[in-house]
C-alpha cells in the first residue's frame, strides 16, 4: 500500500500538479480556497478543430444518371449537384457505383466540385446487369458545410 502511494505521489509530482501526501488514518474534507486564489482548471483534449459543429451549414446532394439503360461499351454518364441555401459548398464528391444483382464489384469515382456540380463519366467496361450509383458530398477539411449524401439511382447495362 504504502509502495501505491508513493509511486502515486511520484506520478503525479513529475506531472506538475500540486500534492502533499497524506496517510490514510488522516483524511481531511477538502477546504474551498477564497474566490480570489481560486484557478479554473480545464481538461485539454486533442484539438480537433475541424470536428461537425451543430452549427454547420445544410446541404442538399442530388444526383441524375443521363441514361437509364446503356449498351456495355457505351458512354454514360452521372451528374451530381449539391446546394445549400447560403453559397455554393466546395469539396469533393465520391460517386459508388454498386452492383444489383450480383455481378461486378463497387467502382468507386472522385470528382471535385465546379459552381456546385461534378460530371463523372460511368466506366464502358460494366457487366451486363443492373446497377444502383450513390452521391457522398464530403465537405473540405474544416468547412462549415455539412456532409450529404443522395438517393439511389438505378441504371442498367445490357449487350
Known amino acids: 500500500m504504502k509502495k501505491s502511494i508513493a509511486a ?7 506531472s506538475g500538479v500540486g500534492f502533499t501526501p497524506v496517510s490514510s488514518a488522516a483524511v481531511r474534507p477538502a477546504q474551498a480556497a477564497p474566490v480570489d486564489q481560486q484557478v479554473s ?6 484539438p480537433n478543430r475541424c470536428s461537425n459543429y ?3 451549414v445544410y446541404t442538399v446532394t442530388r444526383l441524375h444518371v443521363r441514361k437509364d439503360v446503356v449498351h456495355r461499351g457505351r458512354r454514360n454518364a452521372a451528374v451530381v449537384k449539391v446546394r445549400s441555401q447560403v453559397v455554393t459548398p466546395k469539396g469533393d464528391v465520391r460517386l459508388t457505383i454498386l452492383p444489383r444483382n450480383g455481378v461486378g464489384s463497387r467502382v468507386y469515382l472522385f470528382g471535385h466540385l465546379r459552381d456546385g456540380r ?3 463519366h460511368l466506366p464502358r467496361n460494366l457487366k451486363v446487369g443492373r446497377y444502383g450509383a450513390k452521391a457522398n458530398y464530403i465537405p473540405r477539411e474544416c468547412s462549415r458545410f455539412a456532409r450529404s449524401f443522395s438517393s439511389v439511382e438505378f441504371f442498367r447495362v445490357i449487350r
Do not use: H, M
Not at 502515486?8 to 513529475?14: C, E, G, V
Open 8 to 14: 502515486a505521489a511520484a506520478a503525479i509530482a513529475l
Open 54 to 56: 451543430p452549427g454547420s
Open 41 to 46: 482548471v480545464s481538461a485539454q483534449s486533442a
Open 118 to 120: 461534378v460530371i463523372f
